[in-house]
């Protein structure tokens, strides 16, 4: 079992920046690849950035390429996603998810741990 908990969420203006945290408990958190997906109201739960379990390995969605940064520090058990020139489209709960393998796939059905998510409000 491994238990994740996302904080950092928060409301800022279009063109700000936030960095969300995921600490992650309970199993090996180096044994795992690591993701954070969105959800904004009425639309489905999507894929934004993964990592693989040693971190050499990241990947990004179209829509957040080049504004948001992914990293781990496994000593820490904590993946970060660092946010910048950040959109009202933006606006949405960002979860952090675990998959037990190498890479960090985008289908959200192949992770095995989710957090409960945190908000992030981008106001125009």
């Known amino acids: 079992q491994v238990q994740l908990v996302e904080s950092g969420g928060g409301l800022v203006q279009a063109g700000g920046s936030l960095r969300l945290s995921c600490a992650a408990s309970g199993r090996t958190f180096s044994n795992y690849a690591m993701a954070w997906f969105r959800q904004a109201p009425g639309k489905e739960r999507e894929f934004v950035a993964g990592i693989s379990w040693g971190g050499g390995g990241k990947y990004y969605a179209d829509s957040v390429k080049g504004r948001f940064t992914i990293s781990r520090d496994n000593p820490k058990n904590t993946v970060y996603l660092q946010m910048s020139s950040l959109k009202p489209e933006d606006t949405a709960v960002y979860y952090c998810?675990?998959?037990?393998?190498?890479?960090?796939?985008?289908?959200?059905?192949?992770?095995?741990?989710w957090g409960q998510g945190t908000q992030v409000t981008v106001s125009s």
């Open positions: 998810a675990a998959e037990r393998g190498v890479v960090a796939p985008i289908d959200l059905g192949k992770y095995d741990y």
